[in-house]
C-alpha cells in the first residue's frame, strides 16, 4: 500500500517535470544563429539596409553589444556559442600557445582542430544535442571540431568558397527535412575580410555593406519560401566590429627590444609575448614605457574586467596598441588598413545585433548588452538547461516576448539573477508534489510510518519538517 502510494508520488514527480515549459515539442524553440564577421554595428547607418530595417521593425535591436576581450574572431564566436569570456572558454586568440600541451593553435593556418583547445567550454549545439535535440551548423568556428566527443548532428567542413546560397540552402534543408534541427548556427566571413583590406572608413566599404545586407535578404526570402519565417528565432549578429588603421600609426617592436629575447605569439593589435628562457624582465623592462601608444601588462596585471588572465595559453606579457595603431616587429610586416582586436569597451569593436521570432518582442530597441548573455538567452529560446556560463539571462529577458509589459513597465531583473529559472521553476513544481503528496501519504499511513524504509523517506523529510 505505502509502496504504491510512494510509487504514485514518483510518478506524478516525473509527470510534472515533463509538462514543466522545459519540454515543449521543439518546432516551438527553434533558432537560427548568423554572424556576419566584423559587421560593425553602426554599418546600418552607411547605406540603406532595407533587409536589416525590417527585422528591426518586427524583432529587436541592441545598440551595443559589448563583446569579450579580445576582440578577435575565433574567442568571440566561441564566446557567442558558450557564454564564457575567452580565459574560461580557452579560444583566448586567433593564434595562440598552450605551454603544458606545448601545441600552437593558429587560424591564419587553419590548425584549430584538435579537441583539446576547445573543450574547455560547452558550445551550444553540444548543449541542445545533450537535450535530446539536432544540430546543424554552416562554417560557424569550431563547429567541424570533435568538441566533447561530438559534431553538430549536421555540419559542413569550412570552406570559405561555399558560398553564402550554398550555406543557407543547407540549414534550410536542415530545418526542414523528416527530422529536422532545431538550432542552425551560420557563418559568413564578410564585411571582415573587405573591412581589413580596405579600411571600415573607405567609401568602398558601403557596396560591401549593401551586399551583406542583400544576403541577408536572400536568407530571409528563403525562410519564408520554405514556410518557417514566422517559427524559426533568427538573431543575426557579429563577432567584433573594425577600426581605422594608418600607416602614420605603426610601433616596431623592433626599435625597442631584440626579437631574439621573445616569441611572437600573436599579432596586433593585442600581442601576445613568450620571452626566451631567463629573459622575461629583460623583454618586460624594455617595452613597459617604451611608448605611449601602446599599454604592456605583465599578465598577473591584466584588468580585471578584461577576464584574461586564468588561462595558460595566455602569455606573459601581453601588450595592447590603442585605438586605430598597429604593432609590428619592424615594417617588413605585412600591414592592414583595417583591424580589431582591441579594448572591447570601445564603440569601433562592437557588432551589429538584431533578432526576430515568435520568442522576441517587436519593434523593440534596447541600449546595450554583454555578448556572454546571449547563450543563456538562446538556452532559454530553445528550452534547454544551459552549462555553467558568465551571462545572465536577467539582462536580456527583456528582449523576450514573454517579458512584454501587458500593461506597465516590466520589472527589471537585476545583473546577477539565475539563469536556472525554467529548471527552478520546474524543481519547484515537482517541489510541490511531492510536498502534496507525502502529507496524503503521511495521512493515510500514519500508523504505518516508523516502518517505512529510511531511503524512501530521505527527500520528503525536510518538506515534511517544514510544513508539519
Ligand atoms: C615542443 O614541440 C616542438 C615541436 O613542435 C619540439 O621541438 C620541442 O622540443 C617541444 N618542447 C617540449 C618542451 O617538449
Ligand atoms: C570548397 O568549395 C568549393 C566550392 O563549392 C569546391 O569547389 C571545392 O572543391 C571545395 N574544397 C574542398 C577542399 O572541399
Ligand atoms: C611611438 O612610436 C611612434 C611610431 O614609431 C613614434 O612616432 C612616437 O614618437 C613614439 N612615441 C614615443 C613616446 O616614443
Ligand atoms: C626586411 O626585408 C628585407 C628583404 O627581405 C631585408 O633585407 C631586411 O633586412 C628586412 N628588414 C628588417 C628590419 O627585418
Ligand atoms: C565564468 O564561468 C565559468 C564557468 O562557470 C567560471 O569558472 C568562471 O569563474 C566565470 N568567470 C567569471 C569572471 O565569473
Ligand atoms: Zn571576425
Not at 152 to 169: E, G, I
Not at 260 to 273: C, H
Not at 358 to 376: E, I, N, Q
Given at each position: 500500500?505505502?509502496?504504491?502510494?510512494?510509487?504514485?508520488?514518483?510518478?506524478?514527480?516525473?509527470?510534472?517535470?515533463?509538462?514543466?515549459?522545459?519540454?515543449?515539442?521543439?518546432?516551438?524553440?527553434?533558432?537560427?544563429?548568423?554572424?556576419?564577421?566584423?559587421?560593425?554595428?553602426?554599418?546600418?547607418?552607411?547605406?540603406?539596409?532595407?533587409?536589416?530595417?525590417?527585422?528591426?521593425?518586427?524583432?529587436?535591436?541592441?545598440?551595443?553589444?559589448?563583446?569579450?576581450?579580445?576582440?578577435?574572431?575565433?574567442?568571440?564566436?566561441?564566446?557567442?556559442?558558450?557564454?564564457?569570456?575567452?580565459?574560461?572558454?580557452?579560444?583566448?586568440?586567433?593564434?595562440?600557445?598552450?605551454?603544458?600541451?606545448?601545441?600552437?593553435?593558429?587560424?591564419?593556418?587553419?590548425?584549430?582542430?584538435?579537441?583539446?583547445?576547445?573543450?574547455?567550454?560547452?558550445?551550444?549545439?553540444?548543449?541542445?544535442?545533450?537535450?535530446?535535440?539536432?544540430?546543424?551548423?554552416?562554417?560557424?568556428?569550431?563547429?567541424?571540431?570533435?568538441?566533447?566527443?561530438?559534431?553538430?548532428?549536421?555540419?559542413?567542413?569550412?570552406?570559405?568558397?561555399?558560398?553564402?546560397?550554398?550555406?543557407?540552402q543547407k540549414l534550410i534543408d536542415w530545418f526542414t527535412q523528416e527530422r529536422p534541427i532545431?538550432?542552425?548556427?551560420?557563418?559568413?566571413?564578410?564585411?571582415?575580410?573587405?573591412?581589413?583590406?580596405?579600411?571600415?572608413?573607405?567609401?568602398?566599404?558601403?557596396?560591401?555593406?549593401?551586399?551583406?545586407?542583400g544576403k541577408l535578404g536572400f536568407l530571409l526570402e528563403q525562410l519564408k519560401k520554405a514556410?518557417?519565417?514566422?517559427?524559426?528565432?533568427?538573431?543575426?549578429?557579429?563577432?567584433?566590429?573594425?577600426?581605422?588603421?594608418?600607416?602614420?600609426?605603426?610601433?616596431?617592436?623592433?626599435?625597442?627590444?631584440?626579437?631574439?629575447?621573445?616569441?611572437?605569439?600573436?599579432?596586433?593589435?593585442?600581442?601576445?609575448?613568450?620571452?626566451?628562457?631567463?629573459?622575461?624582465?629583460?623583454?618586460?623592462?624594455?617595452?613597459?614605457?617604451?611608448?605611449?601608444?601602446?599599454?604592456?601588462?605583465?599578465?598577473?596585471?591584466?584588468?580585471?574586467?578584461?577576464?584574461?588572465?586564468?588561462?595558460?595559453?595566455?602569455?606573459?606579457?601581453?601588450?595592447?596598441?590603442?585605438?586605430?595603431?598597429?604593432?609590428?616587429?619592424?615594417?617588413?610586416?605585412?600591414?592592414?588598413?583595417?583591424?580589431?582586436?582591441?579594448?572591447?569597451t570601445l564603440p569601433s569593436m562592437h557588432p551589429v545585433f538584431v533578432a526576430r521570432g515568435?520568442?522576441?518582442?517587436?519593434?523593440?530597441?534596447?541600449?546595450?548588452?554583454?555578448?556572454?548573455?546571449?547563450?543563456?538567452?538562446?538556452?532559454?529560446?530553445?528550452?534547454?538547461?544551459?552549462?555553467?556560463?558568465?551571462?545572465?539571462?536577467?539582462?536580456?529577458?527583456?528582449?523576450?516576448?514573454?517579458?512584454?509589459?501587458?500593461?506597465?513597465?516590466?520589472?527589471?531583473?537585476?545583473?546577477?539573477?539565475?539563469?536556472?529559472?525554467?529548471?527552478?521553476?520546474?524543481?519547484?513544481?515537482?517541489?510541490?508534489?511531492?510536498?502534496?503528496?507525502?502529507?496524503?501519504?503521511?495521512?493515510?499511513?500514519?500508523?504505518?510510518?516508523?516502518?517505512?524504509?529510511?531511503?524512501?523517506?530521505?527527500?520528503?523529510?525536510?518538506?515534511?519538517?517544514?510544513?508539519?
Amino acid at each position: 500500500m505505502t509502496d504504491r502510494l510512494i510509487k504514485a508520488g514518483c510518478f506524478l514527480v516525473v509527470v510534472a517535470v515533463i509538462t514543466t515549459p522545459g519540454c515543449s515539442p521543439e518546432e516551438l524553440h527553434r533558432l537560427l544563429l548568423v554572424s556576419f564577421d566584423g559587421f560593425r554595428w553602426d554599418y546600418l547607418k552607411r547605406v540603406p539596409t532595407p533587409n536589416f530595417d525590417a527585422l528591426m521593425e518586427e524583432g529587436v535591436r541592441v545598440q551595443q553589444v559589448e563583446n569579450t576581450y579580445i576582440t578577435k574572431t575565433f574567442p568571440n564566436h566561441y564566446t557567442m556559442v558558450t557564454g564564457l569570456h575567452a580565459e574560461s572558454h580557452g579560444i583566448v586568440a586567433n593564434e595562440m600557445y598552450d605551454p603544458d600541451l606545448n601545441l600552437t593553435f593558429s587560424m591564419d593556418r587553419m590548425d584549430t582542430y584538435d579537441p583539446r583547445w576547445w573543450d574547455e567550454g560547452v558550445p551550444l549545439w553540444v548543449t541542445n544535442q545533450r537535450a535530446g535535440h539536432r544540430s546543424g551548423a554552416a562554417m560557424w568556428p569550431g563547429s567541424d571540431v570533435e568538441i566533447h566527443q561530438m559534431y553538430p548532428t549536421h555540419y559542413l567542413p569550412y570552406n570559405a568558397s561555399v558560398s553564402f546560397q550554398d550555406r543557407v540552402q543547407k540549414l534550410i534543408d536542415w530545418f526542414t527535412q523528416e527530422r529536422p534541427i532545431n538550432l542552425g548556427v551560420l557563418y559568413w566571413e564578410e564585411p571582415d575580410e573587405s573591412g581589413h583590406r580596405l579600411g571600415p572608413d573607405s567609401p568602398l566599404m558601403n557596396e560591401v555593406i549593401a551586399d551583406i545586407d542583400g544576403k541577408l535578404g536572400f536568407l530571409l526570402e528563403q525562410l519564408k519560401k520554405a514556410g518557417i519565417y514566422d517559427e524559426v528565432n533568427l538573431v543575426v549578429t557579429s563577432d567584433h566590429g573594425m577600426a581605422q588603421l594608418s600607416t602614420d600609426r605603426i610601433i616596431e617592436l623592433d626599435k625597442y627590444v631584440s626579437s631574439n629575447l621573445y616569441t611572437w605569439i600573436d599579432k596586433s593589435p593585442v600581442v601576445a609575448i613568450l620571452p626566451k628562457e631567463g629573459k622575461y624582465d629583460e623583454v618586460y623592462k624594455a617595452l613597459a614605457n617604451a611608448n605611449s601608444s601602446m599599454t604592456v601588462y605583465k599578465k598577473e596585471d591584466i584588468p580585471d574586467h578584461y577576464h584574461y588572465k586564468h588561462n595558460d595559453r595566455i602569455m606573459p606579457i601581453i601588450i595592447e596598441a590603442k585605438e586605430g595603431w598597429t604593432i609590428m616587429q619592424n615594417k617588413n610586416g605585412t600591414f592592414m588598413l583595417g583591424n580589431h582586436g582591441y579594448d572591447n569597451t570601445l564603440p569601433s569593436m562592437h557588432p551589429v545585433f538584431v533578432a526576430r521570432g515568435p520568442a522576441l518582442r517587436r519593434g523593440y530597441s534596447k541600449a546595450s548588452m554583454h555578448s556572454v548573455d546571449l547563450y543563456p538567452l538562446m538556452c532559454h529560446i530553445l528550452a534547454v538547461p544551459p552549462a555553467p556560463n558568465n551571462g545572465t539571462l536577467g539582462s536580456v529577458r527583456d528582449l523576450l516576448k514573454e517579458s512584454a509589459p501587458p500593461t506597465a513597465a516590466p520589472p527589471t531583473p537585476a545583473r546577477g539573477e539565475s539563469t536556472y529559472a525554467p529548471v527552478l521553476g520546474s524543481l519547484l513544481g515537482a517541489a510541490l508534489v511531492v510536498g502534496f503528496l507525502f502529507v496524503f501519504v503521511k495521512q493515510v499511513t500514519r500508523k504505518q510510518l516508523p516502518s517505512l524504509p529510511i531511503g524512501n523517506l530521505e527527500i520528503a523529510q525536510p518538506l515534511l519538517q517544514e510544513e508539519l
